[in-house]
């Protein structure tokens, strides 16, 4: 699996957009773009996932460069809530072997009130 | 309704014993794994079953012996525990095809 680079930390307001970059230049054409995150204590979380399209759920959008090589994590309005670690993982996607999540340092992202 | 529940929560334990941790999901995924979070706060995988056959498993002692009676259930037994297998220990479960894996709350096992 390729390997991702994200910054170690970032802050943001409360109420703010929270924009977390994610580096993956080393991408394969059959691989996903995940996000996690996991609030302290807590087991780690689905946020979204994307292969090439620009994708939005209800906790996010997740916005792909053409070339795949990074993608950025949009919270549109962070609360105090948001507050936790956020993964960036890319992978294959499925139950097999190869799709098998490997987990970074991810980049701590603290929502100030 | 928990989609995917561990027990204990917590385990504390002497060196040299052999413990048990249980999972179980509802979601009707055909893939479930363990993942391990040390002090440093890294999540490695461990294991991890498809349909009750073992499919990963990441170099980890044999102490450690995952078991799958059904698809549902993946319970991790460790014998001759260790100070150094203190962590917390995650159970997750996907849908082959499917991204998005459910984790449950983790085991956080002190081995003393």
């Known amino acids: 699996d390729a390997k991702t680079t994200q910054p170690p930390s970032m802050d943001c307001a409360e109420g703010r957009a929270a924009n977390l970059p994610c580096n993956h230049s080393t991408i394969s054409g059959n691989e996903y773009v995940y996000w996690y995150r996991q609030i302290h204590s807590q087991g780690p979380q689905y946020i979204i996932h994307?292969?090439?399209n620009n994708e939005t759920n209800e906790m996010a959008s997740l916005i792909i460069t053409e070339d795949r090589k990074s993608s950025t994590l949009i919270l549109p309005h962070a609360t105090l809530r948001d507050t936790a670690v956020y993964y960036c993982i890319v992978s294959r996607a499925g139950g097999t072997s190869y799709g098998k999540l490997t987990f970074g340092q991810g980049t701590i992202l603290t929502v100030h009130p | 309704d928990t989609a995917v529940s561990q027990t204990p929560k917590y385990l504390v334990t002497q060196m040299g014993n052999d413990k048990s941790i249980k999972c179980e999901q509802n979601l009707g995924h055909d893939t479930m794994y363990w993942y391990k979070q040390d002090s440093k706060k890294f999540l490695k995988i461990m294991f991890s079953?498809?349909?009750?056959?073992?499919?990963i498993n990441e170099t980890v002692p044999n102490r450690f012996s995952p078991k799958s009676p059904d698809k549902a259930h993946l319970n991790l037994h460790i014998n001759s525990l260790e100070l150094g297998d203190s962590a917390v220990y995650f159970c997750a479960s996907s849908q082959a095809g499917d991204g998005g894996y459910t984790f449950g709350s983790g085991t956080r096992l002190t081995v003393v």
């Open positions: 079953y498809n349909n009750k056959e073992l499919i």
């Open positions: 994307g292969l090439k």
